[in-house]
């Protein structure tokens, strides 16, 4: 390892740990994108998942299982498992949320159309389960299964709560549980259980991934209104897309008359306009919406952090408690 | 059972032998439909399984199930199980060609909107592996998982396939298998899994749900030509789709340069007017390709029927092999 450890993200140094696990992890996900049948699959898949993502949510599976001792390769197969689950879920998000660009490239519904996006997707989540049936463990593959269904659950909930202002902190709770904390708690669980993990490690790593996942999702929320301009991602999508996070839901809580009748034109009619985004943000300020959702994401991190002192010292627990306080200070 | 034997079409007459697994399925699929965080997903999922569909996959795996003498009431959550995976495949369909009419009402994409059927499709996947899950058969698991691969696969290849003129009978059999024979078999073979087939039986099952399968498609093409006009389908929508079936793929085989003209302006550039259908029928008849294609799926149907000559003697073979011969006597 040649990075200056005091000094390199987290997630660098966790992929530096886990480096043999994660070239093993790169050469599954390309053996098992492939499709005799159907060239244009292993096409999708390479476009989007070779695209540079992080990795993150295959290193969340490794580092659990590492950290908690893991013999044998099994959990490579879960994270390319987990990876493809993830990856199904952004090429359904961009049909859904009728995407131009991901990862700073063109959407997959863009370049080919919405149909592949669908079918692509579906086959990824097949090959996700095949790939969890090998190891023949009962008790992963319900993990999965259950994340898969709350992970489109929240989706659905999103969905029908988009421009919706009577829309509780309860909810957005629920919507962010399903789009991003339910994969990254069932990558930490899961790959304990792999490792075979007791029960108080299998539900510590549990309640890590969920608190990391949460926090993660609040913070990308945030960056949305305040971050700078992120690769592929434009300031105030969200806002134009009508979505209720966590600051908003907070701003239309302590709004005056004048404020809703803004938040009601801007988010639940659609009428967004540039110097609306900046407005928004002003208001949200105003009401100290911005510094109090960045408490609820520094408290998860808390929640994260105190999870994983439950768990048995090791160089990758620290890496993942960095991790956590890495995902409130990032800036894109 | 009130039914005159001799006169009732086969599947009723499964219906009837079935009635009360078929009650417990209803009463499973109304309960594993639900969803407490987003109470969309049963009203979408609600308008289409209970819009009268045949219920045809659930009794493959029961009708197996039971001829296998199964125990417990495992075979009642596969049953589930396959036709969630079968409506989320409709719903994943609807999206992918746009249809507005499916058993006679407007589609869920029509009636909610694309998002709606992509995440509720997906939520049903993920509680058809969880129903799975439950039983601990990771033989089942397999089964169902590699057919959830096959069956996108098929539809991403019908989607790249579609206006295509080159398109070989060796590709429309992996489309049709995906489409439509992957889960029949897996419904037949998995049902005899579930009740402790042995590996012969296990086979027999299979072969029969592909082979039956494979001739339902088959007569569902050809009826899409010369079909009186069954409820929520208009003739004529493949080819208006540029779907490239069989009998097509045989007439363009056999066609002078003036039909090629025809074919290819139709099917390639996708320009049909209503005369067309008409025309497209009478070029078919003209060098026997409906005719072959129905003698094809005749074929298929044989196949069927001696797969289960070599199960075990039971009222409920004889209804399955009455079920494969009506496959190909049905008008709609």
């Known amino acids: 390892m040649s990075l200056d450890h005091a000094r390199a993200k987290p997630h660098d140094r966790l992929a530096a740990a886990l480096e043999e696990d994660l070239l093993a992890v790169g050469a599954l996900i390309r053996e098992r994108m492939q499709s ?9 898949t390479a476009h989007l998942i070779e695209a540079g993502g992080k990795r993150l949510r295959p290193m969340l599976v490794l580092a659990a299982a590492r950290l908690m001792g893991v013999g044998g390769s099994y959990h490579v197969h879960l994270a390319v498992a987990v990876e493809f689950i993830h990856t199904a879920t952004l090429l359904h ?24 996006s669908v079918l692509v997707g579906d086959y990824l989540f097949a090959r996700a389960f095949q790939l969890m049936v090998e190891p023949g463990n009962l008790r992963v ?17 999103q969905l029908v709560a988009a421009r919706d202002l009577g829309t509780t902190e309860e909810t957005y709770l629920k919507v962010i549980r399903g789009k991003t904390a339910a994969l ?26 969920d608190a990391l996942g949460i926090a993660f999702q609040i913070v990308d929320d ?39 009748a803004f938040w009601t034109r801007v988010i639940a009619r659609g009428q967004v306009e540039d110097a609306d985004v900046e407005r928004a943000r002003a208001l949200m300020e105003r009401h100290g919406a911005l510094e109090s959702t960045r408490a609820e994401a520094e408290l ?25 306080d890495y995902v409130v200070a990032r800036e894109v």
């Open 300 to 324: 998860w991190v808390a929640r994260a952090k105190a999870a994983l002192a439950r768990l048995p010292e090791h160089p990758l627990r620290e890496m993942l408690a960095d991790l956590a």
């Open 184 to 209: 990254f708690s069932a990558a930490t669980q899961a790959g304990g259980v792999i490792a075979g993990a007791g029960a108080d490690a299998e539900a510590a790593l549990r309640e890590y991934g």
């Open 93 to 116: 998000d961009d049909v859904v949320d009728d995407s131009k660009q991901r990862r700073g490239r063109p959407t997959a519904n863009l370049l080919w159309d919405n149909m592949s």
């Open 36 to 44: 005799e049948a159907a060239p244009r699959i292993p096409q999708v």
């Open 222 to 260: 945030l960056l949305d209104i305040e971050g700078t301009a992120a690769i592929g991602k434009n300031r105030g999508d969200d806002l134009r897309e009508g979505k209720l996070t966590l600051p908003v839901i907070r701003a239309v809580a302590a709004a005056d008359g004048e404020e809703r």
């Open 141 to 157: 593959l319900d993990i999965l299964a259950n994340a898969a269904a709350t992970i489109s659950e929240g989706e659905v909930l």
